[in-house]
């Protein structure tokens, strides 16, 4: 696998910085991203994050959109016109600005939460009840689903 798996938690610094897991500094590096691209997620108090993969696929969705139109820009407007570009120090830590701490509503410590092509950052207690949520909702589909419920893969 060479994208963003798994969670981890950590604190900010007493300067605000965090450090971004190794696995996924690894995954940066591969990918050749000078820094780390974040905008507020769309459908989430969290952040979306990520490199080059992630900015493909803004641009894979913005492709089908007609070029100049109302809802070219509006798309363009969230991932682009309000997106970040954090410097990742030498030690792999980043400076979160006060609106990605705002929108997500991270204090002190935050979770870096693997989705393959891209990473959320979240307020730990934000992504407890997101992920109970997401597993109920994951569970339940791939029951309905299996053969035991009677349907078709």
């Not at 934000?126 to 349907?151: C, H, L, N, V, W």
């Amino acid at each position: 696998m060479h994208g963003f798996v798994s969670h981890y938690t950590n604190k900010l610094d007493a300067k605000g910085r965090v450090s971004i897991p190794a696995a996924f500094r690894a995954v940066l590096t591969r990918d050749g991203f000078e820094g780390l691209y974040c905008f507020p997620s769309l459908h989430e108090p969290a952040v979306d994050a990520g490199g080059n993969v992630l900015l493909e696929r803004i641009h894979e969705q913005l492709d089908k959109l007609p070029p100049l139109s109302r809802d070219h820009d509006m798309v363009s407007t969230a991932l682009f016109g309000v997106s970040e570009i954090l410097k990742v120090d030498g030690e792999g830590r980043v400076m979160l600005s006060d609106t990605i701490k705002a929108h997500a509503g991270i204090t002190d410590q935050v979770v870096f939460v693997g989705l393959g092509y891209k990473f959320q950052i979240w307020a730990p207690e934000r992504f407890a009840t997101y992920r109970a949520e997401a597993m109920r909702q994951a569970f339940g589909r791939i029951d309905q689903r299996s053969p035991a419920s009677g349907e078709g893969a």
